[in-house]
Structures are given as C-alpha cells and as structure tokens.
C-alpha cells in the first residue's frame, strides 16, 4: 500500500542544515528498507498557478488555491504494509524534518 506524507510549514525553504541532513538519513533508511517511492520539497504557495479548465477555457490563477498560515512544504509517498507501519515511519520523517506530517493512504 502506497502512502502520501505531506509536510506541514509556516515558512519557506525553513530547514536548517541539521534539518537537512536528517531529512536526507530518513530518505536513505526508507530506501534501505524498500519504503522509498518518492519525495520532494516544494516552492512557496506564492510561486503556484491554479488552473481550472472545467468551462470553455482554461483559467490561469496566480496564487494557491487556498490561503493558510500554514502549508505543504514538502512530500514523501512511501510504500507501507498497513498504516500502523506508515504511522511509524511518519513518526520517524516527522522527527527528522521536524515538521507535523499528515498521513493519507492513496486509494
């Protein structure tokens, strides 16, 4: 079962150093043992377009779709047995990249 991890910040391209390295041994260990699928960090919400192409034309936002204070940073989409073994991975990338992580199995 495949799972999304979604990385929750307040700021942009807030990692530290240390952060960062953790997060790279927390991607090493998901690939050692065969959880890796995929991951990334992403731009500030300011730098994304919405597009909606459910009329005649494609509309083009600047912007993201939502405002918050808070937002996806970053993602990881890992292979799991079951959620409760998701949840200690999540456990583990959350305390690496010392960020909340949300856990959403796909369908």
Known sequence: MQYLFS??????ASATEEERAAIDAF??????GDNWVFAGGLAAP???TVVDNRGERALFTDGPFLES??????????EAPDLDAALALAAEGSR????????????
Not at 7 to 12: A, E, K, L, N, Y
């Open 69 to 78: 204070k808070e937002y996806l940073a970053g993602f990881w989409i890992v």
């Open 46 to 48: 300011g730098t994304a």
């Open 7 to 12: 990385v929750i910040d307040h700021r942009t």
């Open 27 to 32: 991607n090493d260990r998901l690939r050692a």
């Open 96 to 107: 690496h990249c010392n960020r909340r992580v949300e856990v959403r199995p796909f369908l």
